[in-house]
């Protein structure tokens, strides 16, 4: 009897250890990453500020604003993973980071991140008057004079989705499709959600050996 319970006591004991273990490493990767993201852009920058908030869907997310010299502010978010192959890769992370600031800057006043939708007709409104119309002016013209299909769909596995593609490939995956969360969640990032379908859409192209 003694023997059975202590079994899983130990074995209780050693799957708390392991997870105050991970807990702790994800801490120090959090710290690490958020100081990298404050060290990149205070080579640009001389007023930045920064937080971490945890998103339910996507995990940690870094949020960045810096000041411009009229004080106004502008505001950015990532997400962990992206910013972790950006450090690692050593492709000039600092200068990748800074960009987006400095393209949010064309436009004078400062830039926060949106309110989020409120409620269901906010949020189909935000979808239809602003991702899609975006969007599709935004695939249309990165490809132009190729013709591309653009517009929303739907995926058993993903809900409504958003999809672009090249009606001229007739052979294999010609269909670039991104949820449309992902898409809302880059817009209230301060993210230009059409970035991601242009990737998806140029890696296409790749694939069919026409870039």
């Not at 006591?9 to 801490?27: H, I, L, R």
């Not at 898409?183 to 890696?203: C, F, K, M, S, V």
């Amino acid at each position: 009897m003694s023997k059975e319970t202590t079994e899983p006591e130990t074995q209780a004991s050693g799957n708390d250890n392991q997870t105050n273990d991970n807990n702790e490493k994800m801490v120090e990767l959090l710290k690490a990453v958020y100081h990298n993201g404050m060290t990149a852009l205070k080579m640009f920058f001389e007023e930045v500020a920064g937080q971490i908030v945890n998103q339910e869907r996507y995990g940690p997310i870094f949020v960045f604003q810096v000041r411009d010299a009229s004080k106004n502010v502008y505001a950015c978010g990532f997400f962990l993973q992206e910013l972790i192959q950006r450090f690692q890769s050593g492709n000039d992370p600092a200068q990748w980071l800074s960009s987006f600031f400095f393209e949010m800057m064309k436009q004078e006043g400062g830039k926060g991140l949106p309110n989020p939708p409120s409620g269901e007709e906010e949020t189909k409104a935000l979808i239809d008057k602003t991702l899609v119309p975006h969007c599709i002016a935004a695939v249309r013209e990165e490809f132009a004079p190729e013709q591309v299909h653009a517009g929303l769909g739907f995926v058993p596995e993903h809900g409504p989705v958003f999809e672009a593609g090249f009606p001229s490939i007739k052979d294999g995956n010609n269909v670039c499709a991104i949820p449309l969360h992902v898409l809302i969640t880059h817009h209230l990032l301060n993210r230009d959600p059409a970035e991601i379908l242009i990737q998806g859409l140029y890696n296409i192209r790749e694939q069919h050996g026409l870039e």
